[in-house]
């Protein structure tokens, strides 16, 4: 038989003076794996990780430790016996306790062994060297990886982590969440990283969860949810994007850029074409003035340059088609066209996704 998943929830439900606010939530995470409950703030994150650590009561579903029901119509075991680690944006260390003695806070055991315990986790987080140390003493990513150090502790079978990098500065942030991923993966618990970035849950998760208000909306490896949305929302969350307005008629759609197949989609029937700004090719070659050029992926259209900024590794260009409508387009390096400078643009075909409009 194969091993029950590390962590499980089954339509999990919770409310607040009867108003639902996580709604139906069944996630499941293996041992050794990060999973990143990603979405927009106030959707539901903390409030599903504050069930799962027992520190908040569900109105509905269940939740598994290793197979054994934590919580549900059969059991309800405190937060304490549950085998879950927690961190938290603010991860307060206690000021008054030496590193050592913070990392070794939820040891039991014997002295010796608690103190190679600290030694070694020191060690994992490259910390070694303030083990006699005061929090006071540390910068914050150090205090985060003390704080990760003192998590990890005690072998949680579950670590719940609920924006435990938004306190850190940029340039602080990459580094430590690498670390941590790789120490929590040579630990093998199961991860539950709650953040609102995208940045954060494409870098650290193996998988991510969507949620909107409450709801999962999709679930699936960060390349399938980047490449493969639910829905125009679910592709708005991870960059900004393009959308072509268009209506069905004759299983096809009008567009600047040429027609759109829309098969079994009724006519009068309202779509969203939307497309990655990076997935918008210029043609670099012709000004926007002469023939229509021929490209494999549908008509070009003509388009004139209204900004052009240089944002760091790449320009993002915004233009306005023939017809009115905006469209951006990135570049990788500088390339910083004048307004008003005409030029044709084409689209990506694979890349471009349709929904109904909502
Ligand atoms: P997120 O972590 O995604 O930002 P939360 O889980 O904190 O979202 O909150 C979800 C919703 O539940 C929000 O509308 C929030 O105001 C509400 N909420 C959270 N905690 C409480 C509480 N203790 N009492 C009442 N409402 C709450
Ligand atoms: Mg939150």
């Known amino acids: 038989m194969a091993d029950a998943p590390r962590l499980q929830t089954d339509a999990l439900t919770c409310a607040f003076d009867g108003r639902t606010v996580v709604e139906n939530v069944s996630l499941s995470v293996a041992a050794g794996e990060v999973l990143c409950l990603l979405g927009p703030s106030g959707c539901g994150k903390s409030t599903t990780l504050r069930a799962i650590a027992g520190v908040e009561a569900p109105a509905a579903g269940r939740i598994r430790i290793d197979g054994r029901e934590v919580c549900g119509p059969s059991a309800l075991i405190p937060p304490e ?43 994992r987080v490259s910390l070694e060297r303030y083990i006699d140390a005061y929090p006071h003493e540390l910068s914050g990513g150090e205090q985060q990886r003390v704080a990760l150090a003192r998590a990890i502790a005690p072998r949680p079978r579950v ?66 949810i980047y490449n493969n949305p639910a829905d125009r929302a679910a592709a708005a969350f991870f960059s900004d994007i393009n959308v072509i307005e268009g209506e069905v008629q004759g299983a096809l759609t009008d567009t600047p850029f040429g027609q759109f197949l829309a098969p079994g989609v009724a006519d009068g029937t309202k779509v969203d074409i939307v497309i990655r700004p990076q997935h918008v090719r210029i ?76």
């Open 81 to 123: 016996r549950r085998g879950v680690g927690l961190i938290f944006q603010d991860f307060a260390l206690f000021p008054h306790l030496s590193v050592a003695d913070n990392v070794a806070f939820g040891l039991k055991g014997a002295k010796a062994e608690k103190r190679r315990r600290v030694k070694e986790l020191l060690e």
């Open 159 to 224: 670590m719940l982590m609920d924006e435990p990098f938004s306190g850190l500065d940029n340039r602080l942030r990459d580094g430590i969440r690498d670390d941590t991923l790789s120490v929590l993966k040579e630990e093998g618990a199961a991860v539950l990283l709650v953040t609102h970035e995208p940045e954060e849950a494409m870098r650290m998760a193996d998988e991510i969860a969507l949620m909107r208000r409450g709801r999962i909306v999709q679930q699936g490896a960060p390349y399938n």
């Open 283 to 358: 043609d670099f070659d012709r000004a926007g003035q002469g023939p229509r050029p021929t490209v494999q992926d549908g008509t070009p259209a003509r388009a004139v340059v209204t900004r052009a900024r240089f944002i760091g590794k790449e320009s993002l260009v915004e233009f306005r088609l023939d017809n009115g409508s905006a469209m951006s387009a990135t570049v990788p390096s500088v390339f910083l066209p004048k307004p008003g400078t005409p030029m044709w643009l084409s689209i990506r075909r694979d890349r471009c996704f349709a929904f109904p409009r909502q």
